[in-house]
């Protein structure tokens, strides 16, 4: 696999692009947008451009803006630039993701918008939201008036549907930082009219109830001093709007901005863009409508289609159309899925391949998902110990839904073909890790509910829910939150000489004026103040990784794993050694992380934030570790492998099909089948089973074959596919590919005869009409 190879960039870095790639690199509008294809070389042309506007355009590398797509992405930008401007003027370039930076902004400017923030916020990542979330629903009237339990418990069970839709009136809202709920869901409402959209939350509950759910929501966040990741973005355009100051200086500073992945910017980040482009400074997007995939959490692609044109005077289009990825064959594969798409953009250009003709695209037939997976596991068997001896790294299982990671599992386990799953329960998702980031959490913001109440009874201390809420109501007679009232008094403490313990820490009140039994007391007692020092310790600058150390001993933390407390048997099963070992990564990546800076609590804030700020993308999987990459088509993004095999080519699956689906709906579904297609290199299999069972159904049930799989097999195609291909192919000592193959044909019989191939049909007709350009592979 690779985890596309970013170009070392020569000094002569100019010559290693193609025409059209340096037209980009060079172009010396202010205004540019480039319609990149997959497999063009985005990210060499958004490098190189860097570099050139570095090395020849007269710019200071602490002038240039570059907001990638994930945080590994601007890493590696750097790292590249770091080989033709020098380590130092290269770490001078700001990059990171949209978030990243806002957190940047925000840190440094919040204060200025007088909301009530200060600069130490915490970051909610989406587990936490979730959390907080729930607790707002339960506020609303609605949930109140419901006195059926199931009926309420319904209604928790959507909340994370619900939290979607905060998310999305968010970013389509830009300038709902700290608005009342009422404000930001009209808001919503207009934009959903211009754009046709529907409203997502009609059928769960009624627009003053969201927008009551939003107020109560913020105000928890508020009251934790915490914000969630779309309030990262309102947040930062707030400040753009509101803080001329910090407008001028940031316009100042960045002169030249660069955008990947412009397609999938909502509008919040559009406007975020906007503001800092301002009047005088340069603006350069590089994307692919094509490859819009994110419009469910609220991107919309006429940012990149038709506003870039209307709001930027004078903006030009550049075109990378040439794939250095995909043989032709993969190629002609993607464009027949893209053309089941009800539309596509009028300035739309297919692709042309750069590579030589390869091995046909290959269907895979399972007469159900078992024999599916066994076909696939099979195939990378042969293709790993053949001739051409495929590394299993550089072989892919794509698929549009988490549960088929299920059915391909099991099967690679007995098959002995190591596999590692990128995106699915991630490090930083595991029970111990998020423990350990709440300790920290609460650490470094002693007033972040959402932490305290994740780990309050952890490891366990007899609090029980009536514990719980017996303190809650002490600290609520106090007029306080919980960590208000639990960690009171905490500034007069004091670490001791040998730092082993506190002085001045005033004592809670008696077991009895809480509620607390004993010996709950005691051991809430012996928690409090483990995570006082704690913090007293990162006061004193001491590393990071000692202070976690200290606090996970004080807390007796390796004994509740070794006891089972986070699941998974006693200190006797290899659960305890994972476990341990992972909490053991975190403190050494905190070490890491803390090594080269300033210790103290900035260090633990900075580290928090960029936990809480990674991505599926930046996925910590060694990439040259030997395994099958499985994830799922939306984490593939960006990636590139030799080998795809996309399981599960079924209607219902990819596209994804469901009720009242708007017709924008399922082109994204097609879109997100022509990213998945396109992440092939040389050899691509397409595979469906002819019965599956989904979401824990016993039996079977006969499936569809996808439209995207029946346009390619479509024997109407074959006349357009020979004359298309021909050209493509005169230079390929192989032959070219040929869907009436006896191989082919035979799996199509054995999927069924007398099938109704509507699909095929519906999708063969746009396509014959004309309604899609077919490649041109001149
Ligand atoms: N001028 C070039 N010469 C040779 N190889 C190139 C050139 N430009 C790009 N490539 C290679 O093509 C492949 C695709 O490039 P890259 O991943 O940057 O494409 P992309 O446009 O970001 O694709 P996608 O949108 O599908 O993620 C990479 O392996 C890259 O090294």
Known sequence: MSYVAMPALPADFLTALSNEQRAAVTASDKYIRVIAGPGSGKTRVLTSRIAHLCTHGGVWPYEVLAITFTNKAAKEMQNRLAKVLGRVRARQIAAGTFHSFCVQVLRRFIEDLGCGYTSSFMIYDQGDAQAAFMQAVKETDAYKQLDNKDQRKQMLRTATKLLDDVSNIKNNAPSCFQKRGHQVVDAHERFLIRTGGKMPWANNLEMHDLAQAYDMYQAILRDNRALDFDDLLSGAVAVLQKVPGARQQLQARFKHILVDEFQDTNMAQYELVRLLTGEQGSLFVVGDPDQAIYGWRGAVVANMRESFLKDYAGAITLNLRDNYRSTPEILLAAERALGCASSMSP???????????????????????????????????????????????????????HTLQRCMEEPLVRGGVPYIVVGGTKFWDKKEIKDVLAFLRLTASLEDGVALERIINVPVRGLGAKGVANLKAWAKEQGQSLGAALFAGHRRARLTADLNNLEGLPDLPPAKQLGLKAQAHAKVELFRRAIVRARCLTEANIPLDTVIIELLEDLDYEQHIFSGGCGGGDGKSDTYKLRWSNVQQLRAKAGDYSEDRPQGLDALRGFLDEVALLTDADSEKAEQAEGVRLMTVHAAKGLEFKVVFIVGCEEGILPRVWEDQLPEDLDEEIRLGYVGVTRAEERLYLCHAQSRALYGEWSRKSTDVSRMLAAHTSGQLKAMMAKTTQAAHATSSRGPYDPSDPEIALRRRRHGEGRSWRNEARAASRLVTGSCDLPCFT
Not at 373 to 384: E, P, R
């Open 347 to 401: 300035d739309r250009q297919p692709l042309v391949p750069i590579k030589a003709s390869g091995p046909r695209v290959e269907i895979i037939t399972g007469e159900d998902d078992r024999e599916e997976a066994q076909v696939v596991i099979d195939k990378m068997k042969q293709l790993h110990g053949g001739r051409e001896g495929v590394a299993y790294k550089d072989m892919a299982v794509l698929y549009r839904i």
